[in-house]
């Protein structure tokens, strides 16, 4: 049986975090289809190296290509979903929950400020900055993705097998409600299949 895995929800929620818990976890690999989207961005000429290169200035102006010319998108996009259903895999991505059928899919909830808090303690920026940016991004994001594919990021969460809300919850909570869900889902498709 295939054993895929697909983290989503909006910038800097902590997807990385629980992403790699559950690799661990699990006996995963872990991929990111934000690393596979800067391998693209480096090959047109930007400097990616900084863990938080779509925070940057250089980040946002390869957004703005983006908007202009979704083929970027479009081929990462079909390169995690071709990994997707022939490994046994964990990714992060913001699409792929809406582009494939199977597999886990786990959206991480929680509101801008949260996420911005997480910046300021990831990047060394301050909250107005970091809201700022988590807010762009997501507003970006969720207009490029619609005009691209037609679904609505953030809104319509109907694909996905768990919704975690993570307001209120630290790291270890949020990996620990992942762990019981993807344990969950693989026992009963292993007693669906039995």
């Known amino acids: ?7 989503s929800g909006p910038p800097a929620i902590g997807k990385t975090t629980i992403a790699k818990g559950l690799g661990q976890e699990f006996g995963l690999k872990y991929l990111s289809g934000g690393d596979v989207l800067k391998e693209m961005a480096k ?4 400097e990616t190296d900084n863990d938080d290169f779509w925070d940057t200035e250089e980040g946002m102006h390869f957004l703005n290509i983006r908007k202009v010319n979704p083929e970027f998108d479009k081929e990462v996009d079909q390169k995690l979903e071709k990994i997707f259903l022939t490994e046994n895999v964990i990714i992060t991505s913001y699409t792929l929950p809406w582009l494939v ?4 899919k786990v959206w991480l909830a929680g509101s801008h400020e949260n996420s911005a808090k997480r910046m300021t303690m990831r990047d060394d920026i301050s909250v107005p900055d970091a809201l700022e940016i988590v807010k762009k991004r997501y507003d970006e994001n969720k207009t490029l993705y619609h005009k691209l594919y037609g ?14 809300n993570t307001d209120d919850l630290g790291p270890d909570q949020v990996l620990e ?3 019981n869900a993807v344990k969950k889902y693989y026992d009963s ?3 669906t299949k039995s």
Do not use: P
């Open 189 to 191: 498709q292993t007693i």
């Open 43 to 46: 090959d047109q000429g930007f």
């Open 1 to 7: 049986m295939l054993r895929s895995v697909i983290i």
């Open 101 to 104: 059928k199977d597999g886990i």
């Open 151 to 164: 679904f609505n990021f953030g809104e319509d969460l109907s694909v996905f097998n768990i919704v975690i």
């Open 177 to 179: 409600q992942a762990k």
